[in-house]
């Protein structure tokens, strides 16, 4: 118990101690506006449809006492059905096109979709390939692009606060 | 060398037909009719311990209008690779099971039918496995006549579980889209009651065809697509890859550019242990030790990131050495930032350790068994909580892991502790191993270049230990610097099949659990 409790005094707060990302360079109009209804808080899905799973640890990465991410606001639900939020990692592969358009007919209105990751964009080096069938565009809109190979979480972070930051004082 | 001939001469004599050839250091290879294969399968895993590493196909064509099947077994430390090699010539297309007499090659075998069509006589089980049951009939990728970029059609089909029936059994389908922040894949359990009585893994979910895109790369152009094979296991993929070709190119690294390449590797080894400590702990619900792990892994994701620009270490490798280099003021930053580390890992392991409730969660739960890791050729963390003592540092040094040896962790329960354990005394090993590095780091340059072009059809296989075990790379060379075909084995694709068995008589709840406890890749497996 003591050696817990020492434990923790010793570590103190270590949530914010990393370094800061330029602001995000896609600028995201519309998604303000969808993004809305959520208000300050946004409960996100993860769905990995042929990532090479590095996008996946830095979502990961994002519930670690230093990023932490629910500080936010933002939640990491385990179905799409509590979901307000896709994020979609990775290439569509083929065996993952029917999974997918599975989950966002799952995912209750109204849904934002976030392209998380070069391949998720536009294929990145995996593009051309038979068992890939394209962008996550091709199969469901996408309404928010993180780009990186993979994004940093500073990034991801960053890209969700942007989200929701055009909030009028008369939606709060 | 002596070595060698005591193989060589112990298969002479059980085969004296069979003539061995000496492609490369460290190989022997038999080519021989496939109506002999089974039995000397059988004598190589059998009577002389032989686990079966790879078993992959090489379409020759153009070239040759044949195919090429190898069965590549690891014998012991310090012992030749041997190789099996069975032509398929013409339009033949069945080639003979080792399956029943080698489990390990049940998942080799059915992936070679899906991808080349070539069917695994005498299989047990002959249900696709990676080819979706949508894909339509006739559709085998790695066949040279299969356009890379060709668009699939749709089919109709199910895929048939194993089904236990009775009273009371029940399926639970679990997937592809699971809970957490994790990958894609189906699990199928079938229980009565609590306990699971059957698991059924069916993955392939996230397969992206790597190893047809391999093949429209270059030599020195693919190494980026080795990188993003499995994400987190960057540089065991790319350092496998790198050394394979470099063995083609006949390149010599600079004694530097080894030593920096191993502490690459450590440090990678480093994050992903602490990481998955903190998710063992974190699956019986104990989240203080998860969130100290997670703090310190982001910690050395970070330094990753200050040493060479990416929290992942991609772009750190390169053919013929390594890009980035390491001034001083920097070892001296690893080396402290290290020795935090340590002491901060092991204040946590001893609290870890004191708690009763956790420990009882782990102990016993997922037991696999030395004899099923062993039937199914389990590597690294896997296998050596279950008493395989292998270790390719160790058995196979490469990069510099000959001038700074490693002491391999094992032990003997294979259950969900002994797989933690092998991770906790692995992290002090790796800090340990790092220091030794630094210690010793020569000066010089880090990066060789190439003048040799390898032949159409020359080949070579390279091992590296990466974090979650051995990761195997085949490629041979085709035309023009072109790649003729790449193998990848991800270790996690050894270690699937073998966590069907370990959650047998478990309970659901336990399974996340266990199967964090294995942590295996989607992405290296499904490819």
New interface residues.
Partial sequence: MF??LK?SLK?GL?TGQ??QAQPLVTPIPAAHEKAAPFKSSLTIR????????????????L?????DVERFGVH?A???RHADALVVT??V????E??LKE?YKQTPHPKLVIALGDCAINC???K?????TGPVERHIPVDVRIPG??P?PVEILEALASIRSFRTPSDE | MTDRLSLEQRIQTAFADLVAAHPHDGFLQYRIDQSRLPEVARFLHERLKGRLALLFAIDCRPRAQKYEIQYLFALGAGQPWVLLTVELVGSASLFTSITPSVHAAQWYEREIRDLFGLIPQGHPDLRRLVRHEHWPQGLHPLQKAFPWDKTMGWQQGEYRFRHIEGEGVFEVPVGPIHAGIIEPGHFRFSVAGEPIMQLEVRHFWKHRGIEKLFEQCTLSGALPLAERVSGDTTIGHSLAYCQAVESLLHLEIPRRARFLRSFFLELERLHNHIGDVGAICNDTAYTLAHAHCSRMKEQLMQLNDWLTGSRFLRGTMAIGGVTKDLTAIQQRAVIDSLDRIEKDFAELESIIFANASLTDRLETTGVLTERTAWDHGAVGVVGRASGIDHDVRRDRPFAAYDEVPVHTVVYRYGDVRARLRVRMDEIHESIRLIREIWQQLPHGSILAAADHMPQPGEWALSAVESWRGEVLYFVMAGDDGHIHRCKVRDPSFVNWPAIQWAAVGNIIPDFPLINKSFNLSYAGNDL
């Fill in positions: 050696r817990i434990k570590t270590v990393y370094p993860e769905v990995d449809t042929g990532s090479c799973n590095a996008c996946e640890m830095e979502m990961n990465a519930t670690n006492p230093v990023y990491i385990a179905s799409p990775g290439p592969a083929v065996n993952m029917h999974p989950v990145g080096i995996f051309g390939s038979y068992a890939v190979c993979p940093r």
